[in-house]
C-alpha cells in the first residue's frame, strides 16, 4: 500500500505541474505547428524536428515526453497551403500516453500580413501497465492488473495572423471534441480528456547591429479548471550562416529555464533546463532537447531554382 500512495502521490505532484492532459514545453516557441495547427507551412519552409523532455530528473516514474513533428507549404497560385505530420509519447509513471496526427493549414492575405485556419485530425492512444501496481487485494476491480489500454479520435483547430517577421498572434483548441478513452477489453475504467486553450504570441524587436534581436514570446494555456502561463525572451546572433541564441524563460508559481542554441546549414540543436519555484530542488528540473532540420522551399523567390548551361561555364 505504501508503494502505491507513493505511485499515486507521485502522478498527482506530475499532473499539478503539467496542469493540463498535454505535456508542457520549455521550447514551446520552436513547436508552434504543434500548439496551433494553423501555423503548419508557416516559414515557407520544410520543418522538421523532435523534442526529448525529461521531467522531475532523479524522482522515480518522473514523466518524459518525445514529441516529433513535420510541416511544409504546399504552393499553388494563390494563397500557399500547408500540411503536417506529429507523434507524441508522453509517459507518466505507470500510464503512457500517445498521439499520431494530420493537420492542415489556409493561408490567406491580409492588411499586410497573413490569416492562417488550421484543423487537425489524430488518434489518441493511452495505456496502463497494472502489473506494476502492488496491491494487497489483488482482486478489486477498480485497479488494472496487466497492461490495458485504449484509443480515441481526436481533433485540434486555430488561428493565427502573422504580420511580416514582426510580430504574430494565435488561439487554438485541443482535443475539441472532449474524447472519452476507455481502457482494456471490458472497457471497466476510461479517461474523459478536457479541451485545452492556447494564447500564444511574439514579437521580434531588431537591435541597432542588424545581425542581433530579441525575439520575445508568451503562451497560455488553460481548462478553465487549470492554467499555466509562460513569457520568454531569446537574445539571437543571426548571421549569414551561423545562428546563436541564449534567453530566459518564466512561468508564474511554476518555474524559470534558461535556454541555448543554434542553427546551421539547415541543422537545429537545442536545449533548456527548467527548475520549478514549487519546492522541488533544483537538480530535479527537466532537461529538454531539440533537433532538427529545416530548408527553404519558396519556389517563387527571385533567382530561385536558375541554372546556367554546362557550355558556358
Known amino acids: ?31 508552434q505547428s504543434y500548439f496551433n495547427p494553423a501555423s503548419s507551412g508557416i516559414e515557407g519552409r520544410l520543418d522538421v524536428q523532435g523534442v526529448y523532455s525529461m521531467q522531475l530528473v532523479g524522482f522515480e516514474h518522473a514523466p518524459s515526453t ?26 507518466i509513471g505507470l500510464f503512457s500516453n500517445k498521439k499520431l496526427y494530420l493537420q492542415y493549414a489556409y493561408h490567406q492575405p491580409l492588411w499586410g500580413g497573413r490569416l492562417s485556419i488550421g484543423a ?12 506494476g ?4 487485494d489483488s482482486g478489486d476491480p477498480a485497479f488494472a492488473t496487466s497492461q490495458v489500454d485504449g484509443t480515441s479520435v481526436d481533433v485540434d483547430a486555430g488561428i493565427r495572423y502573422t504580420y511580416k517577421s514582426k510580430w504574430y498572434a494565435g488561439f487554438s483548441t485541443m482535443h475539441l471534441t472532449g474524447p472519452v478513452i476507455k481502457l482494456g477489453d471490458d472497457k471497466t475504467n476510461q479517461t474523459s480528456v478536457s479541451r485545452l486553450y492556447y494564447l500564444t504570441g511574439g514579437y521580434t524587436l531588431r537591435l541597432r547591429s542588424p545581425e542581433y ?21 531569446r537574445l539571437a546572433y543571426d548571421g549569414e550562416k551561423l545562428h546563436l541564441y541564449g534567453g530566459l524563460s518564466y512561468s508564474p508559481t511554476v518555474s524559470v529555464a534558461i535556454l541555448l542554441g543554434t542553427l546551421f546549414n539547415g541543422i537545429k540543436i537545442g536545449y533548456s533546463y ?40
Open 120 to 131: 487537425r485530425v489524430g488518434f489518441l492512444n493511452e495505456s496502463f501497465d497494472g502489473s
Open 213 to 233: 534581436a530579441l525575439y520575445t514570446t508568451a503562451i497560455l494555456r488553460t481548462d478553465f479548471m487549470a492554467w499555466r502561463g509562460d513569457i520568454t525572451a
Open 1 to 31: 500500500m505504501r508503494r502505491l500512495l507513493c505511485l499515486v502521490a507521485c502522478i498527482f505532484v506530475c499532473l499539478a505541474l503539467k496542469a493540463q492532459y498535454d505535456a508542457a514545453f520549455t521550447n514551446y516557441w520552436a513547436l
Open 133 to 136: 501496481v502492488d496491491l494487497e
Open 66 to 91: 518525445m514529441l516529433a513533428t513535420a510541416d511544409i507549404p504546399l504552393f499553388f497560385l494563390s494563397p500557399r497551403h500547408g500540411v503536417g505530420v506529429g507523434f507524441m509519447n508522453d509517459n
Open 274 to 313: 527548467e527548475v520549478y519555484t514549487s519546492g522541488v530542488g533544483v537538480l530535479n528540473g527537466t532537461h529538454e532537447f531539440v533537433v532538427g532540420y529545416q530548408m527553404d522551399l519558396d519556389m517563387f523567390k527571385k533567382g530561385k531554382n536558375l541554372h546556367k548551361s554546362i557550355r558556358i561555364l
